[in-house]
């Protein structure tokens, strides 16, 4: 990109967040700075969470953390396609695509190949798949604006869509991502904040049996902070995962809730 | 998806025998669950790259190759250079690896070492530093292309790939460049590349890869494609000289309690540094077996 002198750029590209972005990580290093949201650090934005949001599906979710905007439906479990072998379990088949419109450069989602195979390895091991042999369960997810933390967001509206359709799953699976800035955790971070990390952590876990089915790891830590990034992260998903059983139980009494984690 | 669990046809007596040994801190070739096969490098093995190297643990085989090509910095980071990391599951080395079996595995094995090696977004914890790729700031990098392949497998492909980038980079030489000065600031530089000196990598901080398999209630180390198909799940840990965690990825279904999985990335820290001592040395030795050569 040439950034100099140019009165007449020949191209328009709104890019508000560049131009921050150059300042910012002196910041971040610094021992307390605020974010851009103004939540404290071990603060994770409100959350809420509808069922039943597309009618054609067998079930389906809606979740809204911050800005990020996912909805996800669930189709089956219905009949393998004929190409497939026969299998005495059910299969599991996962899409994540972003809208064209989700990003602020249009078109800019993060590789949909690589987060749906990370959201299908995290739902994986929480559902029954011997409940539904020879059939298939499809798992379409639709990322409707990317606000940040949006794989973690997939994977728990992902849960709760397949909750919906009456899947039968082992437990709910309710996923938080932190961000290693500086000396500092960040929970949930925000698009900026994920731009200038030095590390990524993000766990899937079943909050009832304590299990984490998924967990991803960049950067560069030291095991005491991969110990308190996990307790951070697994506090986080048993909060998230009864806000989630709350949302279940009122879809069937009616109505919707937002809280705060 | 990630083993080829479904072409080692065993019986139940065998699965039985393969647990059961790994219980017993015996396994079918012999080993304790922490001991590695013996693990052979060779560098410099393709003429064509900048740098090369094949690795073999035990029967597993892989070869990586380290391509730098000039290109133009990508505009968010002006100052650093891009490196891509490619595998290719080649139908010779398994049959199931023909078709999307092999190109699932093939992506789903980059998209592991992308994490584990390349460190975070800002660069923290990355194997080489982007930074010194760069030639003209917002103009000319270099472009690193490594290529894994998959010649034959029998398990721990994500360690064997790691450990041949690993020796590929320390092999690599990158030609010195010298840009022509003098030329305006919105043209693209001239540049004039040498073929008599190169650069060498600081190979040093780049991390290993060491993957513990969960069979049962043990994790072992280094798991052959019998045990791999046996696994619950497994998690692949990088970690550098310096003890830091670079990267960690799971795999297979099963969940984890967090505790067990503390436990192993404490376990594979204690195991890296071993292997890591060992790669180096066998990488310095298949570096000078090359120097005699020519």
């Known amino acids: 990109m040439a950034g100099k002198g140019g009165a007449t750029p020949a191209t328009y590209a709104p890019s508000p967040s560049t131009k921050k972005d150059k300042k910012k990580p002196s910041t971040f290093a610094d021992a307390d700075w605020v974010r851009p949201d103004g939540r404290s650090f071990h603060q994770c934005r409100p959350a809420f969470l509808k069922t039943a949001a597309v009618n054609s599906a067998s079930g389906s979710a809606y979740a809204e953390f911050g800005s990020t905007k996912v909805i996800v439906s669930v189709f ?85 869509a397949l909750a919906d359709a009456g899947i039968m799953l082992y437990d709910l699976i309710t996923s938080v991502s932190v961000s290693c800035l500086g000396k500092n955790l960040v929970i949930d971070p925000l698009p900026e904040e994920e731009s200038n990390q030095d590390g990524s952590f993000m766990i899937a876990c079943m909050p009832s049996r304590d299990e984490i089915t998924q967990l991803t790891l960049t950067g560069e830590w030291s095991t005491p902070k991969i110990n308190e990034a996990t307790q951070l992260c697994l506090d986080a998903c048993k909060k998230l995962g009864k806000i989630m059983r709350s949302c279940l139980k009122e879809a069937v009494s009616g109505g919707s809730q937002e809280e705060e984690l | 998806m990630f083993t080829v669990s479904a072409m080692v046809g065993l019986s139940l007596g065998e699965k039985q025998f393969i647990k059961g040994g790994i219980a017993q801190d015996l396994r079918t070739d012999g080993r304790k669950r922490s001991t590695y096969r013996p693990i052979f490098v060779e560098t410099g093995v393709i003429p064509q790259a900048n740098g090369s190297a094949r690795v073999m643990i035990g029967a597993t085989e892989v070869i990586a190759s380290v391509k730098a090509e000039l290109g133009r910095p990508n505009p968010s980071h002006p100052d650093k250079g891009k490196l891509s990391i490619f595998v290719d599951c080649s139908p010779t ?50 472009d690193l292309y490594i290529d894994g ?18 020796a590929a980079l320390s092999n690599t030489g990158i030609p010195k460049v010298q840009v022509a000065s003098g030329a305006s600031p919105d043209e693209l ?3 004039d590349i040498s073929d008599e000196e190169f650069l060498q990598f600081d190979t040093s901080r780049f991390p290993v890869i060491v993957t513990l398999t969960k069979v049962g209630s043990h994790y072992i180390v280094d798991a052959t494609s019998e045990e791999e198909s046996q696994m619950s799940s497994a998690l692949s ?23 067990v999985i503390l436990d192993m990335i404490y376990f594979a820290k204690t195991i890296s540094e071993q292997l890591i001592n060992k790669l180096d040395s066998q990488i310095a030795a298949a570096e000078a077996c090359e120097e005699d050569d020519s």
């Open chain 2, 149 to 166: 392949l998959v010649i034959s497998s029998d398990g721990n492909l994500l360690d064997a790939l790691g450990a041949a980038i690993k």
């Open chain 2, 93 to 142: 080395a398994e049959p199931s690896f023909e078709g999307r079996g092999g190109d699932d595995l093939a992506s789903e094995l980059s998209l592991a070492l992308e994490r584990c090696l390349l460190g975070g977004k800002s660069g923290a914890g990355a194997g080489i530093d982007l930074a010194s790729l760069s030639i003209v700031e917002g103009k000319v990098c270099w």
């Open chain 2, 237 to 259: 840990v990088s970690v550098n000289r310096e003890g830091q965690i670079c990267g960690v990825t799971k795999r297979g279904g099963a969940g984890l309690d967090p505790s």
């Open chain 1, 76 to 160: 089956g479990p219905r009949e393998s396609k004929k190409a497939m072998m026969y299998s005495d379990v059910g299969r599991l088949n996962c899409n994540v695509s972003y809208t064209t419109f989700a990003t602020p450069i249009r078109g800019q989602g993060a590789d949909s190949k690589e987060v749906s195979s990370v959201l299908h390895k995290a739902l994986e091991g929480a559902i029954i798949l011997e409940s539904f042999p020879k059939t298939t369960v499809d798992v379409f997810a639709l990322v409707l604006e990317s606000g940040g933390s949006d794989l973690p967001v997939i994977i728990s509206c992902a849960s709760l």
């Open chain 2, 189 to 191: 530089p001239e540049v």
